[in-house]
């Protein structure tokens, strides 16, 4: 078993946005010690260094994911299909844009808004030729709050896992989830 350096202790703590003093509580420890632990000053008792791991891992396990929240089945297009297939693909699912993904990759983003302007010609058009810009991408290890800060801006986000896509988390999903 290989413990966990002060640096170790710090960076664990940091990431998952505790102070020194909301680690001590839930460690049942003084926030002066756990100060004292990461500056390397002292070294702790095994059961210290064992509570205060315990709370970090419960913290942990507290924050919510990407893979907690995405769906992995996304509904979207290809590049080379029809206008006509998307606007048909959105109205059938109820969804107001789609990822347009090639070859499992995601490419760009296609919505009601810019279907509405164009004229019935264009419906046979390739989707490649009225697509926006894909939405953002994310691993599955992202946090509530990442995904947050990028649904302020975008419709979507797309969760990746070695560049192939396998999920999507819209609005609406975070939106339901927080209720």
Do not use: C, W
């Amino acid at each position: 078993m290989e413990l966990p350096t002060p640096a170790d202790l710090r960076q664990r703590r940091t990431d998952l946005g505790l102070t020194q003093s909301e680690l001590a509580d839930r460690a049942d420890v003084s926030q002066p010690l756990i100060a004292r632990i990461e500056g390397g000053d002292v070294d702790p008792r095994l059961s210290t260094l064992r509570r205060i791991v315990n709370a970090l891992e419960t913290a942990e396990s507290d924050v919510i994911r990407a893979a907690d929240l995405m769906h992995e089945e996304v509904v979207s297009v290809a590049p080379d299909d029809p206008v006509s297939v998307a606007a048909s693909r959105m109205a059938n699912e109820a969804y107001s844009q789609l990822a347009v993904i090639q070859d499992g990759i995601p490419v760009g983003s296609i919505s009601q808004g810019s279907l509405a302007h164009l004229e019935e010609e264009a419906r046979d058009e390739s989707v490649e030729r009225h697509m926006d810009e894909s939405f953002p991408t994310v691993s599955k290890d992202a946090t509530l709050d990442e995904i947050s800060n990028l649904l302020d801006h975008y419709k979507a986000v797309m969760i990746t896992q070695g560049g192939q896509t396998v999920g999507i988390i819209t609005e609406a999903d975070l939106a339901a989830r927080l209720s």
